[in-house]
């Protein structure tokens, strides 16, 4: 199983980013799958999950300005974030496993993608 995010980069606060997220070698469409980000310093938190159904749950901070979705065709899961803040800084990974429903909980996942760096200041 393979995931490679992508789409980081370096934005002003009130700006956005797409992160992509795409999949290899799992049956995408069978799963949930979420995001995850890590500060420097902080532990890794959950920022977004969705179902295998395509609902979705969001940390209470980026609600309203995250949007998760994907595109089963494509086997890529990505992020909407709008509006962002600087404590949205950090490395963004995707993460997937074989379950239905997904959770914003670290321990839920057991394929991790290698992340992409969201910076803004």
């Known amino acids: 199983v393979q995931l490679v995010e992508s789409g980081g980069g370096s934005v002003q606060a009130g700006g956005s980013l797409r992160l992509s997220c795409t999949v290899s070698?799992?049956?995408?469409?069978?799963?949930?799958m979420a995001w995850f980000r890590q500060a420097p310093g902080k532990e890794r938190e959950g920022v977004a999950s969705?179902?295998?159904?395509?609902?979705?749950s969001y940390r209470q901070s980026a609600r309203g300005r995250f949007t998760i979705s994907k595109d089963n065709a494509k086997a890529t899961l990505y992020l909407q974030m709008n509006n962002l803040k600087p404590e949205d800084t950090g490395t963004y990974y995707c993460?997937?496993?074989?379950?239905?429903?997904?959770?914003?909980?670290?321990?839920?996942?057991?394929?991790w993608g290698r992340g992409t760096q969201v910076t803004v200041s």
């Open positions: 969705i179902d295998a159904d395509g609902s979705t």
């Open positions: 070698g799992h049956p995408y469409s069978r799963y949930a």
């Open positions: 993460a997937t496993d074989d379950v239905v429903v997904g959770t914003l909980n670290v321990g839920w996942y057991k394929y």
